[in-house]
């Protein structure tokens, strides 16, 4: 992302400087959105032949096993309680580094707060930088806050009540922008992470190779199937 780097000792920009980097932020925003938009509709139509080709099947091994499990306690004839199959893991309702999001979550806040404005347009702008704080803390977006805690123009510009107008409207499209790409980006970002997502790209180098991944994987949870039925039968 094109960053405009300030010191304490810097003059304030020009209107035809943040213009610039309004375009070229405008240009890379457009660029990113056509990505996320192409991204999503290959994974959708991925998911929609995993779900035909392999979801129905591992659902149906699913339920196999949750019979096999009943009837496994009804021959030895205890009583085992369902949590006792999740892992411990599972049953916690504290995510990983929730503690670490917190901390930067509030340090941004201690930075950036309205409370803190000298006047309504530093307001608003620290209204949009909150904003994008509280999404970033709602989807565990740690890059995202340690950027905001980092960017010097952000700084800048809210310890600066008294610009004039039109520079002040080019920080707020700046922020705004840059609001709406680190959304975009964190969209791209989370799709690239999901675990079906990484299944899809498996199984595109193995078509690029002449193979059928899903055809495979189908046929395989196909077998667990049939012994999973015989399972269930001796144990009727």
Known sequence: MPNLTLHPSAARPEPGDLAQEVAQ?????????????????????????????????????????????????????????????????????TPPGKTTLRKLFWSVARLFHPDHAAGEQEARRRHAIMAEASRAYREGDVDSLHTL????????????????????DLAARLVNLKEELRTVEFGLKRIRQDRLYRLKLAADEAAAEGRDALAAEAARVARQIVKARNRLAHLS
Do not use: M
């Not at 085992?80 to 049953?91: F, I, S």
């Not at 805690?149 to 002040?168: N, S």
């Open 149 to 168: 805690l980092g960017d010097e123009q952000l700084q800048f510009y809210c310890a600066a009540p008294d610009a004039g107008d039109d520079l002040a």
């Open 25 to 93: 932020l405008e240009t890379l925003l457009a660029e990113r959105r056509a990505e996320l938009s192409a991204l999503q509709e290959e994974f959708r139509a991925f998911k929609a032949r995993y779900t035909q080709t392999v979801g129905s099947k591992l659902a149906e091994l699913a339920e196999l096993e949750r019979e096999i499990r009943e009837a496994e306690r009804r021959v030895l004839g205890v009583e085992v309680e369902e949590a006792a199959d999740e892992p411990a893991a599972a049953q916690t309702n």
